[in-house]
């Protein structure tokens, strides 16, 4: 059963596309299955000058596809409330304390507050500012602060963003967002690392080959290219979302599943990655751009909107990430994400050390060569678990065949199912950090990145190397034949 949580959420941004199309559809469900009902209340901020009413309308609007019969979006919009605000202006504040005081007592929300940024980054440090300084915070309640990606462009940055916040937010009270932490498959990687035995006792270097971390997006940039331009596949998807499902598959068994307990072990994971040379990330990681497709029909990265004939921003990252640890010890893993490649697909593949005394070899002369037993974590856009092994197919003698031991998730289960905007919401009203990332991570993670930035803005890369509706460019490919490996995805039918 849920628990209602009682809280007056302030949304910064409150009129833009994310608030519109990942917070209020998320907030809707929470409210038809009982998270949220009488006590709580929701002001957007933003420059534009609604009101309440016009306000009301837009959230209707943007919940109109969710499940709820119209009474029910009625109920749930009479809760949202609208202030027009400049950032920078201390008495938009002050009005914003007051109506936050009069919503606290009219909707008994015991003075819990959740301040949610869904604005650019540079202005996060100048709304901290001003919430401290014009009395914000409620010292009788909760008090926390969301915060969504890009968390900085390097290290440098990621500190200053780091240092605006933390001088009003204590970090027990940050909520750094990476949507992927609310994706049902990676949530579910600690239980299946750490509660099925079989897995637990082969998860190190004696017995995986490589792991791989696939983010493949077929559609190009869209209307994010004016983003898109300032951050590049590395920073978008690398430094996060990549590197975090890296940690929860390379980490070590936390003594406890709490949020303390798991970031301690990802802290400690992040502190052991092998930071490459300058030199050595020309061998370890390959960047792309995709170009039109071979049918003409998919225009070229440089075509879309808001971006140069002459751009050199990556659209495409392929790498090879080692941990300096005992139990990963020369074991690669590789990431590669990319915008049109052919097909969307984000997965895992644990690919396990080959039989190093093969019986079979010279069985009846047939030389059989036994392929590599595949773990596959699906995890969008169907969920589920494959582990093919070596087999025979009747009739064939003793010959080896793939078998896949599949799961997949039922439609009926996926309609069910969470969404991770409607998760993370749930952990954060909960006080629960486990699903988020902290500053200690994201000063690791930007250490290793801006190495390989540092790198690739001395070389002038041959953009556009890739076509769309491919699998990136060739150099990918290269880059894992080099240890004698190559990609799951793409060459499997899972």
Known sequence: MAQEQAVIFIIFGGSGDLAHRKLYPALFKLYTKGYLRQHFAVIGTARRPWSHEYFRQTVSESVANDLGDQAQVASFVQHFYYQSHDVKDANHYVALKKLAQQLNQQYQAQNNQIFYMAIAPQFFGTV??????????????????????????????????????????KEEQIYRIDHYLGKEMIQALPILRFTNPVLEAVWNCHYISNIQITLAEALGVGERAGYYESAGALRD??????????ALLAMERPTEFTSQAVHQQKEQLFAQLHHYTLSEVDHNFVRGQYDVDRRGYQTAYREADNVPDDSLTETFVAGRIFVDTPRWHNVPFYVRTGKRLRQKATRIDIVFQ???????????????????????????????????????????????SLQPLSFRQSDGSLANSQEAYEKLLIDILQGDQTNFTNWIEQAYTWQFIDIIRQRWDQITPDFPNYRSNTFGPSQSDQLLAQLGHEWIFGTDSF
């Open 128 to 169: 901290a500012q001003h919430v401290n300084s014009e009395g914000l915070l409620n010292p009788d309640g909760f008090n926390r602060l969301v915060i969504e990606k890009p968390f900085g462009k390097d290290l440098t940055t990621a500190r200053a963003l780091n240092d605006s916040i933390s001088a009003t937010f």
């Open 237 to 246: 998807m690398i430094q996060n979302h990549a590197l975090q499902i890296l």
């Open 354 to 400: 080959p039989e190093a005394n093969n019986i079979f070899a010279n069985y009846h002369k047939q030389k059989i060569l036994p392929r590599p037993t595949v773990l596959t974590i699906a995890i969008e856009p169907r969920q589920g678990l494959c582990l093919t092994v070596n087999g025979t197919n009747p009739g064939l003698g003793l010959r080896n």
